[in-house]
């Protein structure tokens, strides 16, 4: 991602959350932004296709963070799990997506309501298979009406902590005492062998998530890209890119250690102007390590 796609997205992000999706203008972004019509339609199609760009950099640095709380610790670390949790909502938070979303479910746009549906589909599932991690097991037939009682905890206290003129900073006690509950629910859940929506939900995400397969090819054409667009590598940040292009590269890459290098690859880039596509890679990388082990 150039600087100038940066400064459209930057620009949109500001108004979407300041004026509503449905509200800004193609105009208002140009102002913003300081670009022509040209400039902008050279990157976007649409604003809406700026939206979604904008989502996609939420979800992509979302996964980073959780993927980096856990490194060298214990799946069934509840402290872990509640730390990945806040990593959604610390995101939206930083890049101003709640008010983003907001405008999108009262925009009437049925393809926008379908997209921040999945969004939230994605978190469910996630979610979902964490706490087979923490809880063992026994959980399966019952793991995604566990996450949905999660999030329900969460999400009341959170409206309920905003109406009542709360602080609003850390919602991390909110998160702990929300897993807390689970220590009781779960085990009632096992007990009954009820489910009240766990199949016909594993069922219906199965088949309207939508999954983007990423090609080893393109990920070596966008790695190798980024590595000619920047001019001002550091010795660290090229020996990375240099290591993930040469085992890219190789018919049988050794995934195990790509997926170690692509966090790496992440923390030297984490504080620059680059950190946006840099996440994007990384992303790309533990996608493709997914698509491989499955």
Not at 154 to 163: G, P, T, Y
Not at 227 to 248: G, M, P, R
Not at 270 to 279: F, S
Request: contains cysteine; glycine residues 4%; negative net charge.
């Amino acid at each position: 991602m150039n600087n100038r796609k940066r400064q459209i997205i930057q620009a949109c992000i500001k108004l979407f959350s300041e004026k509503g999706f449905v509200e800004t203008s193609i105009q208002d972004i140009l102002d913003e932004a300081k670009i022509s019509k040209g400039t902008f339609y050279n990157y976007f199609p649409s604003k809406k296709d700026c939206l979604i760009a904008i989502l996609d950099i939420g979800a992509k640095e979302t996964t980073v963070r959780k993927v980096t709380a856990l490194t060298g610790k214990e799946r069934n670390d509840k402290s872990v799990l509640a730390t990945q949790l806040f990593a959604s909502m610390q995101v939206n938070k930083e890049n101003n997506l709640l008010p983003i979303f907001e405008s999108i479910l009262h925009s009437g746009d049925k393809d926008l309501k379908k997209l921040v549906d999945q969004i939230f589909m994605q978190e469910i599932d996630w979610t979902a298979r964490r706490l087979i991690d923490v809880y063992g097991m026994t959980l399966v037939p019952y793991h995604y009406d566990a996450a949905i009682l999660l999030f329900g905890i969460i999400h009341q206290f959170l409206n309920v902590r905003k109406f009542m003129d709360l602080p609003k900073d850390n919602p991390t006690p909110i998160v702990e005492f929300a897993i807390r509950q689970l220590d009781h629910v779960i085990p009632n859940l096992i007990n009954e062998k009820k489910t009240m929506i766990g199949p016909e939900f594993e069922t219906y995400i199965r088949t309207h998530i939508e999954q983007k397969e990423i090609s080893k090819s393109d990920l070596v054409e966008q790695l190798a890209g980024f590595k000619s667009f920047i001019q001002d590598l550091n010795e660290q940040q090229a020996e990375f890119i240099h290591y993930l292009l040469d085992e890219l590269a190789k018919e049988a890459p050794q995934y195990h250690i790509l997926g170690a290098v692509a966090y790496q690859f992440y923390n030297a880039f984490r504080d620059t102007q680059h950190a946006a596509e840099a996440i994007e890679i990384t992303n790309h990388i533990w996608q493709l390590i997914k698509q491989h082990k499955n």
